[in-house]
């Protein structure tokens, strides 16, 4: 069976960082897009980054600059570095990735983990 595991959120004040991790464990054989979501409360959930399998990366508007996406293909892992944080990042962040797990390409999701800015 295949998961993604997230760590890293917490609470921190305006303008300090966080790095948020996510791995697959089980017996994945590949990865291919991988992504970051967030949902606040009462908003939907929406796009922050994503790391293609081909390096490229891509980022909501309100992230740009601030935040970066990176990938470890080895370690069937992602990685979100945030600084510059603002109380309006605060929400559940979710990992999202395809990964290719009994030679099937299927779309998972992280358990979601906090982040808090506030001071």
């Known amino acids: 069976q295949v998961q993604l595991v997230e760590s890293g959120g917490g609470l921190v004040q305006p303008g300090g960082s966080l790095r948020l991790s996510c791995a697959a464990s089980?017996?994945?054989?590949?990865?291919?897009?991988m992504a970051w979501y967030r949902q606040a409360p009462g908003k939907e959930r929406e796009f922050v980054a994503t790391?293609?399998?081909?390096?490229?990366?891509n980022y909501a508007d309100s992230v740009k600059g601030r935040f970066a996406i990176s990938r470890d293909n080895a370690k069937n892992s992602v990685h979100l570095q945030m600084n510059s944080l603002k109380p309006e990042d605060t929400a559940v962040y979710y990992c999202?990735?395809?990964?290719?797990?009994?030679?099937?390409?299927?779309?998972?999701w992280g358990q979601g983990t906090q982040v808090t800015v506030s001071s």
């Open positions: 790391a293609y399998s081909g390096g490229s990366t």
């Open positions: 999202n990735a395809n990964l290719l797990y009994g030679g099937r390409w299927l779309g998972y």
């Open positions: 089980g017996s994945v054989s590949s990865t291919g897009t």
